[in-house]
């Protein structure tokens, strides 16, 4: 056996300081018709100052990572929560529920000589980022070179969009409304429970899309069957004009491996590869059968029995933009301990789908 010891990857800020939450809430429970119907509603509101966070350094220093304080970030949100049970019987329990989040986290300053902290990232600097001034934390990242109305710039001769080699806010990272529905259903001893989930308002990093459209295993690389095509929504600059005109017939010099595994007009562009990371998800479902007392009362040993049937991660939902993976499919874990959520590459294993049976004995 041979025992080895290594220095820690990560730089601690000389007199790093605590970090410290201050919140406000205010809400209500309330319940009727014998609890037939219930309500919880919560509003909160946040600051934390000297946030401790792990960004990323030069790896010529000899670490890959520093833990500092950075600034100050405010929230606020709400949580509710409302069951329903329309039918109770001695044989039948049927209820209906929901909650619903919504969230809202913004960067109010980093230092007094910063306004962009990286939280994590890949070697082209796309990553997540802490922006003063925007929701905590955002995607960044290269994107196209566009006019003044937005419409992406191509080459008058090849077709080819560039990129502006700026990084840029791409989207969000962390979603800000999220539902949940619960249906839950009993007949007699048998047991239904089901547990659906939604959630918008972020967006999601691809890096495994540049592999895809460099090998030509991504879908989007047949969307033109490999065809030359016009540049959606582009423009070209017209000399004689002099100004920009929209595009309706130049189209990119080479529909194949010649534009799809180029990395100026297509895979070093990260914008090409934020995708929206909303989903709707079957999060849990389960079907438990509960042995009549009766049937154990011939007995003294065991007081009380079930069987269950369970599935975790069942049916999945997302944009047809997204056309990647699961957006909780995170890289977040490998690039910064956790920070740089919205990220995801091909790296982690993608979430997997559960499906177990139990039983349980009560003596």
Known sequence: MVLVV????????????????????????????NNRISADFTYYNNKTVDN?????????????????????????????????????????DVTLGGNYAYMENK??????????????GFSDLTGSYAVAGENFPVIMGTAYSRDPQ???????ITGYPTSDGTLQVLGDAAPNHILGLTLDIRWKDL???????????????????????????GVNTVAYNRDRFVIPNSVYWDEASQSYVENTNVTVRDGGAGYW??????????????TSAA???IREMSLTYRVPASFLKSQKVIK?????????????????SNVYTDPEYSAANSLSNGNAIGLTSLSQTPPSRYYGFSIGLTF
Not at 107 to 120: A, M, P, Q, R, Y
Not at 150 to 156: C, F, K, L, Q, S
Not at 261 to 274: F, L, Q, S, W
């Open 191 to 217: 047991s239904f429970h089901t547990l659906a989930e939604y959630r918008t308002g972020n967006e999601i990093y691809n890096a495994g899309g540049t592999t895809f459209d460099f090998t030509g295993a």
């Open 150 to 156: 937005g419409r992406i710039i191509v080459d008058a």
């Open 279 to 281: 989903f709707w998800k």
């Open 261 to 274: 595994t180029m990395g100026d007009p297509r895979t070093d562009i990260a914008e090409n590869y934020v």
């Open 107 to 120: 960067v109010v300053e980093i230092s007094d000589n910063l306004e962009v902290l990286s939280l994590g």
């Open 304 to 320: 009380a029995a079930k069987v269950s049937l369970q599935g975790r991660n069942l049916f999945l939902w997302t944009p047809a």
């Open 52 to 92: 401790t966070v792990l960004t990323g350094v030069s790896t010529t220093t000899g670490f890959s990572g520093y833990l500092t304080n950075a600034g100050i970030t405010s929230g606020y949100g709400i949580e509710s929560k409302l069951a329903v049970t329309p039918y109770r019987s001695n044989s039948w």
């Open 6 to 33: 290594t220095v820690g990857n990560d730089l601690v800020q000389e007199g790093l300081k605590p970090e410290i939450t201050t919140s406000f809430e205010v809400g209500f429970e309330s319940s009727w018709l």
